[in-house]
Structure formats: C-alpha cells, structure tokens
C-alpha cells in the first residue's frame, strides 16, 4: 500500500499542512451536518467541544493522556505502512500487550515506579510484539493475508483476555474480573503532582509520565526509520519488495520484525492506561483507541511530527466529546467516533480524491514555482 | 428423544444464528469475487439493522423497515465503490472507515431520535418478521423422528431464514452458469482481460459492490427485525467479521461457505449450552476457546495449516487500464 509520498512534485507543506486541514474541516462540516440532522446547533455544539478539551485545565490534561495512548497506537500503524503492511490489529495488540504491562506490575510488589517502568515498558512490548510477529510471520512465510490475520487476532485476543480475567487473574473474591491493584509504590507519577513538585500548579487528571515515553516513541521511531539501516531495509521493503530482495534485503524476515515492532508500540497502550491509571488489569482497557490509531497516523501522514498534531486533534476530540454530553443530552460521545471514521475515509480511502486536484491546483502556475529559487 | 428434540432445538437455533452470517458472506462472496475486498460487511449490516429497526418502529411495517435496510446498506456500498472502483483508494482503508462510520452514526442517530441510549423501541410482533408454520407441519408433527424435525427444524423461520436459503442455490446458479457470473468472476481474477473483451471493469465491480449492499442489507434487517425486536448500538459485534471468516473458509464458493457459516452457527448455538457444562473425558470448554475457534481456523487456514484457501488474484487492487 502507499505510504502517500508523491511523486508529483507537491511543495512539502501542501501534503503534509494542506491536505490535513482539508481533510479535517471536511470531517468537521459533515459532523457538523450530522449534528443540524439530529436538530442541534453545529456551531455551539462544537464550540462546547473546543472548551471542553482545551478550556480548562482539567480538560488539556485529559486531552493529553488521550493523545499519549494515541501516539502509541498511531505510531504502530505508521511503522507498518512504512514496511508496505496494514496493521489493523493495533487494539488487539495493545490488549495482549496490557497484559504484560499488568503482569510485570503484579510480580514486583513493592518496587519505586522508576525501577519498574523499564520492566513494565519491557513486558507491553514484548507482549505486544509477540502478537504482532505471528500474523506478520504468517504473511511472510505462509502467505496469509495480514488484513484478515490481524482482524482475527483481534477477536482471538479479545477472547483470551477474557478467559484469563475471569478465570486466572480475576482478583479472589471479587464478582467483577479485574486483578488486584498494583502496589502503590509502582504507580507512574502523575502529570499535576511532578509540576507541583517544581512549584508550577496543574489541574489533576490521567495525564502521567507515559507522555514523556510516548514522545521518547516518536523520536525513536523517527530515527528508526529514516537512519538506520534496518528502517532503511524496512522502507524498502515497503515501496518494492523484489528491488528489496535484489539490494539484499529479506523481506519476510523485514515483515516479521516491521511487525514486532508496529505490536510492540501499540502494547505500550497498556504503560498509560494500567500501569498509568486504572493501576490493574481489566477487560476492554484498549476501548477503540487501537482502531483510532489508523486514523491519527493517515492524518500525521505516518511521520512522528504529523502523528503528534493529529493525536492531540484525536485527544481533544474524545474530550470534547465527553464534555459535549452534558450540554447536549441529544448529542452522544459516539460523535467522535463518525469524526473518526470520515477522516479515515477522506485521509485515507479518498486519497486520490484531493490529491490529483491539489497537483493541477500548482501544476497551472509552474513559472511562479520555477522562478522562486531564481530569485531568491 | 429427549435427545433428539435437544438436539433439534440445538440445530434449529443453527440456522437462526447461521442466516445473518449466511446473507453477508454472501454480500462478500460478489464483492470478493469481483475484486472489490470487503471488510465493509460489518458496517453494512449495522446500518442496515438501525434503519430497518427505526423505520419498522416509527411505520409498523417491517417490509417498510426491509427497504429502508436495504437502502442504507446500499448508501454505504455505493460510498465504498466510489471510493475504491471510482477513486482507486485503497479497499481495507475504505472498509475500515465505512465501519467505524457506522458504528458513530447508529449510536449517534438512535441516541437522538429515540432517546434511550443508542437503543430503537422494542418492536411490536406485527412489525416484525413473524415464524411461518409451513403447511401440514401441526398435523404432522405427531409422526415419529420426521414429524419433530420438520415441525422444529425446517417450518417455523421467518421468511428471511428461507429467502437467505434460497440465495446460496441462486447465487450458484448466478456465479457459474450465466454470463454476468462469468464476468464478475473474471473481473476478481483478471479484470485486464475484461476490459479487453470490451466490458466495464468499472460497471461490474459497481454492480457486485451494489449487490453486496442488498445483501447485508438483508442481514442487517434480521438482526433488528427478524431475530431480535430493535436495535442496540454495535448489535452486529463482529458477525460481519465472522462472515468474512465464513467466506473464507468457504474458499470463496457459495456452498462450502454455507457450510462454514453453518459451523460457526453451531459453534455459537452450542456454546450457550455448553457453558459450565463439564464434559465427560474432557472436563469443562472454555467458552471463551469455542467463541474464538471459527477464527482460529480462518488463521490455520489462511496460513495453509488446513487446506488451502487462495482469494480472487486481482482482490484488493484498484483496477488502472494503462499498465
């Protein structure tokens, strides 16, 4: 699949600013649509959403804790894009991947945060990226498609957790299936009481210390990708696998590891959301933010500097919507969920929509363009 | 006998359960083999089952409710054509976003017009699709083995268990013994050599994506109007996944995937019985393990573990004339 890089000579900022605004505004109008449809006012509607993710202090932090799950799950999505592979199964990923975040966290009792969070980092990841290599293992040597494989893994994961929370980890006594708490000691610290700690006041919320790891992803994953060689032999892989295979590239070993990679980030859901907040295991943690995913990293353009932008859009979106509740009973949170679906469409689907129109748009004044450097 | 009629019961709930499935591997099997890949099936199905429950709900007719089903499936099929056959986008993307489009615009709508957290009015008997005794089954029923397994297992369903029954033979009989079959396989596997003879690609894979609407249409309606009595948001929880499986692991050809989606059927109607029922020699099923096993076995086969499933060649590619 294309990773969107033209070759049509588009200026840099009309992919990576132009298009992404199109696409948002067109996202919005047809929410917009959707909420006169439903007899409510669009523009207040929205503006409550604005307010309620970026209005108060307790809604930024809110918005920020979504986004730092979201650039985990995006980043999963654009390192598989890069490596020409669909990962569709970044909320099963991030599911199994929660499960060894919880399982580390449950077997050290009584360790400081710090010492923990490598291992827990360590657990996620790898349990993550065990669930990802077998669908990526089986399109490279047993060519089963990794679409339909990641979709079924999801509804494998989603079983398996279940079992287990019920029957194996559920704590004892106790009628609904969540694990025992983690011990307090381990708790990630939480955004507002660092920036008390020097002295600066913040609202409370989720937001934690998984951000500064998510954004620690994003420059990792940069690197990977654009200088190293294993993200060049991955990029290669993605744009042409013969002219990989005679550059000396292996693709299928390429495909297992894009793959353990891209389940390896979105199993650091689990970091934020476990052992971050809800400090224990339970079911349905991941809650569509692995499906929301897709569309953070077709709007980032699947590059670390757009995915970040377009988490926060995503962030403040599902805080907005959590907001909007209250002030239009009629309106559902659900709302987000149409945003991000017509974004998936005109991001993704309708690339070639908006694309062919944007290259006539500049291609009618190349003299403009091609006198620019002259002048200069 | 006692036996005999729990197992009658069991099948019978099979087929209940097989028909939703049944109608929507269908819809896939002609998108599928026209090269038009469908993760759309779920989507499809969910806008369908609002709008049929909504419309039965506000008109009392679920013949009004089958149309207004059927249409809405169709919006979206057309939405997924345009992005994938007229655009060119890419078909998962399209599918996904279709889905998720889905899944918002129910909730969001149903929240709004009916105000009861995403969910339509309970629908009266009338304005659903009401079991259909087939003729003589009463006064037959007292004869033995065969009396019970048509009273129970063959008359009883509403219309729409017979007409997605009837849909398997004639989408054989469609696929491989008329011409339009023919094209519409041709177009999956080679669509070049379509566009050679002097067909549309383009009309083709528009008409099978638009057939695929009809038919989750359909399913979508079962589940809100025939099966149940209304929507809920999310009511499909992935059976339009689990139709892909089907199709799949019925190798793309409508029969074997009749018996597909009867086994994942079964699977389903067993496991409600079988929780916390430990068996003898084996010990207690996990649910969990039953619920997974249709796609364990997608997995398996995908991978070439149990038999071979090979999908349509040219499935999942825009087709581009000039290459």
């Known amino acids: 699949m294309s990773a969107g890089a033209g070759s049509d000579n588009l200026p840099w900022w009309a992919t990576g600013l132009l298009l992404p605004v199109v696409n948002v505004t067109l996202a919005l109008l047809v929410s917009a649509l959707v909420i006169f449809a439903i007899g409510e006012d669009p523009v207040g509607a929205l503006g409550t959403m604005l307010r309620g993710a970026v209005g108060t202090g307790e809604g930024i932090g809110y918005t920020l804790y979504y986004a730092t799950s979201l650039i985990f799950t995006a980043l999963a999505v654009a390192i598989a894009f890069h490596g020409g592979l669909f990962n569709i199964g970044g909320e099963g990923q991030a599911y199994i991947g929660g499960l060894g975040v919880g399982l580390v966290c449950l077997a050290l009792p009584g360790w400081p945060w710090w010492a923990a969070l490598p291992l827990s980092v360590l657990g996620g990841a790898a349990f993550g990226a065990f669930w990802a290599a077998i669908p990526g293992w089986l399109q490279a040597y047993r060519g089963s498609h990794i679409v339909i494989t990641t979709i079924m893994f999801n509804f494998i994961a989603s079983s398996l957790m279940v079992y287990l929370m019920v029957n194996v980890l559920i704590k004892p006594g106790q009628m609904s299936p969540e694990s025992e708490t983690f011990s307090t000691s381990m708790f990630l610290p939480m955004m507002a009481d660092m920036m008390a700690g020097i002295g600066i006041e913040m609202a409370s919320s989720p937001l934690n210390f998984s951000l500064f790891l998510a954004l620690l992803a994003c420059v990792g994953v940069w690197a990977f990708i654009w200088h190293t060689r294993w993200g060049f032999a991955l990029r290669a892989t993605g744009a042409n696998e013969n002219a990989a295979l005679y550059a000396g590239i292996d693709p299928r070993r390429v495909i297992v590891i894009t793959m353990a990679l891209s389940g390896a980030l979105a199993g650091l859901l689990g970091v934020n959301e476990l052992h971050g907040v809800q400090h224990r295991l339970m079911l349905n943690f991941p809650a569509g933010l692995g499906f929301t995913g897709i569309a953070v990293a077709l709007m980032g353009r699947n590059h670390p500097a757009g995915i970040i932008p377009a988490a926060l859009l995503f962030g403040a979106l599902y805080q907005g919507g959590t907001e909007l509740v209250f002030d239009y009973p009629t309106i559902s949170r659900e709302l987000v969920v149409v945003i991000q679906g017509v974004v998936i469409l005109f991001a993704g689907a309708l690339e070639h929509m908006f694309r062919p129109a944007l290259v006539r748009l500049f291609s009618r004044r190349p003299a403009v363009a091609a006198s620019k450097p002259a002048g200069a | ?323």
């Open chain 2, 1 to 323: 006998m006692e036996m005999f009629l729990t197992l009658l019961s069991l099948l019978d709930s099979t087929v209940r359960l097989a028909t939703p499935l049944l109608l929507a591997a269908l819809a896939g099997f002609y998108s599928e083999r026209a090269g038009v890949v469908d993760i759309g099936l779920e989507g499809k199905m969910l806008v369908a089952a609002f709008a049929a429950a909504a419309t039965a709900a506000l008109h009392g007719s679920a013949w009004l409710g089958l149309g207004a089903g059927i249409l809405a499936s169709v919006i979206l099929a057309l939405l997924h054509g345009f992005a994938c056959i007229t655009h060119k986008g890419n078909q998962v993307v399209s599918g996904v976003a279709l889905n998720i489009v889905a899944l918002g615009l129910t909730a969001v709508l149903g929240n709004a017009w009916f105000e009861m957290g995403g969910r339509t009015p309970n629908l009266p008997a009338d304005a659903r699709f009401g079991e259909i005794t087939l003729p003589l089954a009463e006064a037959l029923r007292g004869v033995p083995l065969l009396g019970p397994l048509y009273f129970e297992l063959i008359s009883g369903h509403n219309i729409l268990v017979y007409l997605a029954l009837a849909i398997v033979p004639l989408t054989w009989w469609i696929a491989y013994r008329t011409r339009f079959g023919l094209r519409l396989r041709a177009v999956g596997e080679n669509p070049a050599a379509v566009d050679t003879a002097g067909i549309s690609v383009t009309k083709l894979r528009y008409q099978a994506v638009l057939i695929a609407g009809l038919l989750c249409g359909i399913a979508g309606a079962y589940l809100s109007t025939a099966q149940g009595a209304g929507f809920q948001t999310n009511m499909t929880a992935g059976k339009g996944f689990l139709a892909l499986a089907a199709l799949i692991l019925g190798k793309w050809k409508p029969v074997p995937t009749l018996f597909a989606c009867l086994l994942f059927a079964f699977a389903d109607a067993l496991q409600t019985r079988l929780q916390g029922v430990a068996l003898p020699g084996i010990g207690e099923v996990p649910v969990q393990l039953i619920e997974a096993l249709p796609y364990l076995l997608t997995v398996l086969l995908l991978a070439g573990f149990v038999g071979k499933a090979t999908p349509p060649k040219a499935s999942g590619r825009p087709y581009v004339k000039d290459r």
